[in-house]
């Protein structure tokens, strides 16, 4: 079923004590009346790109998402180890896209889509109408149908799940420090990191050397540079997307830091903080003060809502299956980037959910949104793989280029100088540059602070950073 752009439609007027402050209307008008209207659900590297790919467009453009700011998700762990803080890797939407007049930003959650009136329901009671729909909503944690899990093992995913981290990383040392049982102060100083992607093998490089060299003069009681930290991944290497040689060399630093690597090993069960481990048949139990997850992905609700109101396909991940422009096969006008679409179209497996394959897809689809309007169309969406990076430690990282297979320090320079390049914003280029800086000269990490586990006050204090 192919859908054409019509005329939008107006709603009746109803009133909604809930938006009296906001406006009398529940749908949210044009600002420019007869333009073709873009919303964007969703302001991660998808949405933002194509947002930004829209600036000059004779269109107007609506991006939403629940939070007020973009996040430089590849420096999230970083903020966890306390090396970053928030607002060094947020950029506020609406700053962001100020210059651009044919643009606004809603700060809202998107609860509902109707793909034949052509509208977008939010969570207060708004809706927002659109000729084009772009979902960029990104995928949440997974533990395999252990959702009981997440209280003990947070993920990595946002702000809040960094400051978590933080927070249990650095109070399991304070906790250490205070206590004269030797089994639980062994316990405390165990850490686990579930997951030997790239995610998992930063979050164990980088904790590894806050335990072996930032912390190691800071107590009385306790040496830190005895704390254990173990990496789990059921394959068989870690860094499985990455050649084979390079996963040998990750595995080979991550040991040099200090951190003991397990493959072939799968979680079977969390408790408190007992961790119980399957390795081939060997079945085996051990005492961590701190469980971090970096394993699995899935589909946090928009794919399920898609597949509801527009019949659209999934995988088993619970990303949107698309067709070769990246628009749904039922509703060509309904495009999904980003994380959440299963694009399987280019070699013999999906786009992975890496900001780059985002960054193109968001892209191509507004240009292609421009291309329609002109009654003209774009070739099949191509990703051009510019390689694939992880760090590991200092002077230490993998990359995996087109030409070349770089590691140690030239791979390290590399890493450091793609980073710096894609954050959005001056400020956050030259924060960054500055803390790095100062972390290299002095092996200390400035944002070592534990703050309460209270959402709503992380909340303000992420916005606020800025």
Same mark, same amino acid.
């Given at each position: 079923?192919?859908?054409?752009?019509?005329?939008?439609? $107006?709603?009746?007027?109803?009133?909604?004590?809930?938006? /009296? @402050?906001?406006?009398?209307?529940?749908?949210?008008?044009?600002?420019?009346?007869?333009?073709?209207?873009?919303?964007?659900?969703?302001?991660?590297?998808?949405?933002?790109?194509?947002? &930004?790919?829209?600036?000059?467009?004779?269109?107007?453009?609506?991006?939403?998402?629940?939070?007020?700011?973009?996040?430089?998700?590849?420096?999230?762990?970083? #903020?966890?180890?306390?090396?970053?803080?928030?607002?060094?890797?947020?950029?506020?939407?609406?700053?962001?896209?100020?210059?651009?007049? @044919?643009?606004?930003?809603?700060?809202?959650?998107?609860?509902? #889509?109707?793909?034949?009136?052509?509208?977008?329901? =939010?969570?207060?009671?708004?809706?927002?109408?659109?000729?084009?729909?772009? %979902?960029?909503?990104?995928?949440?944690?997974?533990?395999?149908?252990?959702?009981?899990?997440?209280?003990?093992?947070?993920?990595? +995913?946002?702000?809040?799940?960094?400051?978590?981290?933080?927070?249990?990383?650095?109070? !399991?040392?304070?906790? !250490?420090?205070?206590?004269?049982?030797?089994?639980?102060?062994?316990?405390?100083?165990?850490?686990?990191?579930?997951?030997?992607?790239?995610?998992?093998?930063?979050?164990?490089?980088?904790?590894?050397?806050?335990?072996?060299?930032?912390?190691? @003069?800071?107590?009385?009681?306790?040496?830190?540079?005895?704390?254990?930290?173990? =990496?789990?991944?059921?394959?068989?290497?870690?860094?499985?997307?990455?050649?084979?040689?390079? $996963?040998?060399?990750?595995?080979?630093?991550?040991?040099?830091?200090?951190?003991?690597?397990?493959?072939?090993?799968?979680?079977?069960?969390?408790?408190?903080?007992?961790?119980?481990?399957?390795?081939?048949?060997?079945?085996?139990?051990?005492?961590?003060?701190? %469980?971090?997850?970096?394993?699995?992905?899935?589909?946090?609700?928009?794919?399920?809502?898609?597949?509801?109101?527009?019949?659209?396909?999934?995988?088993?991940?619970?990303?949107?299956?698309?067709?070769?422009?990246?628009?749904?096969?039922?509703?060509?006008?309904?495009?999904?980037?980003?994380?959440?679409?299963?694009?399987?179209?280019?070699?013999?497996?999906?786009?992975?959910? %890496?900001?780059?394959?985002?960054? &193109?897809?968001?892209?191509?689809?507004?240009?292609?949104?421009? +291309?329609?309007?002109? @009654?003209?169309?774009?070739? !099949?969406? /191509?990703?051009?793989?510019?390689? $694939?990076?992880?760090?590991?430690?200092?002077?230490?990282? #993998?990359?995996?280029?087109?030409? !070349?297979?770089?590691?140690?320090?030239?791979?390290?320079?590399?890493?450091?100088?793609?980073?710096?390049?894609?954050?959005?914003?001056?400020?956050?280029?030259?924060?960054?540059?500055?803390?790095?800086?100062?972390?290299?000269?002095?092996?200390?990490?400035? $944002?070592?602070?534990?703050?309460?586990?209270?959402?709503?006050?992380?909340?303000?204090?992420?916005?606020?950073?800025?």
């Amino acid at each position: 079923m192919q859908t054409v752009p019509r005329p939008l439609q $107006s709603t009746a007027m109803v009133p909604d004590p809930v938006l /009296e @402050n906001l406006s009398p209307t529940v749908e949210v008008p044009p600002v420019t009346p007869g333009k073709p209207q873009v919303v964007i659900i969703g302001g991660g590297f998808g949405g933002l790109y194509a947002a &930004q790919q829209l600036g000059r467009a004779d269109v107007e453009v609506t991006l939403i998402d629940k939070r007020n700011f973009h996040l430089f998700q590849p420096l999230l762990y970083q #903020v966890a180890m306390g090396g970053l803080s928030p607002g060094d890797i947020a950029s506020p939407l609406r700053g962001v896209l100020s210059a651009q007049k @044919n643009t606004r930003v809603l700060m809202g959650e998107v609860t509902d #889509v109707d793909p034949e009136q052509q509208r977008v329901s =939010l969570k207060d009671g708004r809706t927002i109408p659109y000729n084009s729909l772009i %979902v960029a909503t990104g995928m949440s944690h997974f533990y395999f149908g252990r959702d009981d899990w997440a209280d003990v093992a947070p993920g990595l +995913k946002t702000v809040e799940d960094a400051l978590e981290m933080r927070r249990r990383i650095f109070a !399991a040392f304070e906790k !250490a420090e205070n206590t004269t049982d030797p089994e639980l102060k062994k316990s405390l100083l165990t850490f686990v990191i579930v997951g030997g992607g790239p995610t998992g093998v930063e979050l164990a490089g980088s904790l590894a050397e806050l335990a072996h060299h930032t912390l190691r @003069n800071d107590f009385r009681h306790i040496d830190t540079t005895a704390s254990r930290i173990l =990496l789990i991944e059921g394959m068989d290497r870690v860094l499985p997307p990455f050649p084979p040689e390079l $996963s040998a060399r990750a595995h080979a630093d991550l040991e040099k830091l200090g951190v003991e690597v397990l493959t072939k090993s799968l979680v079977t069960d969390i408790a408190g903080h007992q961790i119980t481990l399957k390795q081939g048949d060997e079945v085996s139990t051990l005492q961590a003060g701190t %469980v971090l997850w970096a394993a699995g992905v899935r589909d946090p609700g928009m794919g399920g809502l898609l597949a509801d109101r527009t019949g659209a396909e999934r995988d088993r991940s619970g990303r949107v299956i698309v067709s070769h422009d990246l628009s749904l096969p039922t509703y060509s006008n309904i495009f999904v980037v980003g994380d959440l679409a299963h694009f399987a179209h280019q070699g013999d497996r999906p786009l992975p959910g %890496v900001a780059p394959v985002a960054m &193109q897809e968001g892209k191509y689809v507004a240009r292609l949104i421009q +291309k329609r309007l002109q @009654n003209e169309t774009l070739p !099949a969406f /191509e990703y051009k793989d510019s390689g $694939s990076l992880a760090v590991i430690g200092r002077h230490a990282a #993998v990359v995996n280029l087109p030409w !070349a297979k770089l590691t140690g320090f030239p791979a390290w320079f590399v890493w450091l100088f793609v980073h710096i390049f894609y954050l959005i914003e001056f400020d956050n280029k030259l924060m960054v540059m500055t803390q790095w800086a100062a972390n290299y000269m002095t092996r200390k990490q400035g $944002s070592r602070l534990i703050t309460e586990k209270v959402v709503e006050k992380v909340e303000v204090t992420a916005a606020g950073d800025r």
